[in-house]
């Protein structure tokens, strides 16, 4: 409101310089500014609670540092900037370069993600050292229905989806309930493998999946929740860390809603894994 009655405008009136179309203008997407405007959020509500008891001395030196940081924008990006244009072949033909270099880097994630999940999910089957009986009954209703719905293609996703969501669920959570003695500490392979995932994720949908898998800023917002839940504290349910769990689920489910979109023969693939892991969950609950 300052900058507009300096150039001697309403401070009312609406326009297109504030910090979304500034952005805009120094070349971000609608998406990329959004999410930008999200991790500043994000940043400011993490330093709040780290330096809630600080004195307000070292408040208002932070407040402005990021009071500073928003007021350049207003200072260095102009209010329009013509669109670039590629006049010489060279620029023209590094970027091709980079975006081929780009979408190989993608390719080759997706591919490597397309082996890990099931050997992850398969592995993860002897990681809880007990598994109930009741979870037996579960994954027994899971394979029904998706053994039925190989004779029904409309409701194999559906199906497929529900077996992948509630029996990674139940491995994971089991997997923090009754963990093996070898597997108590915070780096297990369950969760390095988990990390792993993540990168993987990420980089496939920022490579390679972006046309075809459509994100939101409100899906790196999760993202970026999934990163910093297993840091807060009181995540706890019992002896369960529900902030490390909550991550790993959303990693998981990232992969799998990424696969199913982009890879053609990701739902019959992914539902032979399905089968394995919840034949998996049966043996372990019933003949532990």
């Not at 310089?17 to 120094?26: F, N, Q």
């Not at 949908?205 to 459509?214: A, K, M, S, W």
């Not at 959303?250 to 023969?265: D, G, K």
Request: hydrophobic letters at 55%.
């Amino acid at each position: 409101m300052i900058h507009r009655s300096v150039q001697g405008r309403s401070p009312f009136v609406g326009d297109r310089s504030h910090v979304h179309y500034r952005l805009l203008v120094s070349g971000l997407t609608h998406g990329q500014a959004v999410t930008v405007i999200y991790v500043v959020h994000a940043l400011m509500v993490g330093c709040a609670y780290v330096l809630r008891w600080q004195s307000d001395v070292v408040l208002a030196a932070v407040y402005l540092v990021f009071a500073v940081g928003l007021f350049s924008l207003f200072v260095r990006i102009p209010q329009t900037s013509a669109p670039v244009e590629a006049h010489s072949p060279s620029v023209t033909e590094r970027h091709g370069l980079r975006l081929s270099r780009q979408w190989a880097i993608g390719e080759v994630s997706l591919t490597i993600l397309y082996l890990a999940i099931p050997m992850y999910l398969i592995g993860s089957i002897v990681v809880p050292r007990e598994i109930p009986a009741d979870a037996g009954f579960v994954a027994g209703a899971l394979t029904v229905a998706v053994l039925a719905s190989f004779f029904l293609p409309s409701a194999a996703p559906w199906a497929v989806r529900a077996a992948l969501y509630i029996g990674s669920t139940s491995l994971m959570y089991y997997s923090d309930v009754f963990p093996r003695e070898v597997m108590v500490e915070v780096l297990t392979p369950v969760n390095v493998g988990v990390a792993t995932l993540a990168v993987l994720v990420v980089l496939a949908i920022r490579l390679v999946g972006e046309e075809r898998f459509q994100t939101t800023p409100l899906d790196y917002l999760i993202i970026l929740f999934a990163g910093v839940m297993p840091f807060l504290p009181g995540m706890t349910v019992g002896d369960v860390p529900m902030g490390l769990l909550t991550a790993k689920l959303i990693v998981l489910f990232f992969a799998f809603e990424l696969l199913l979109n982009i890879r053609s023969s990701a739902v019959t693939r992914l539902g032979v894994v399905s089968l394995v892991m919840l034949t998996g969950v049966m043996l372990r609950a019933w003949w532990p």
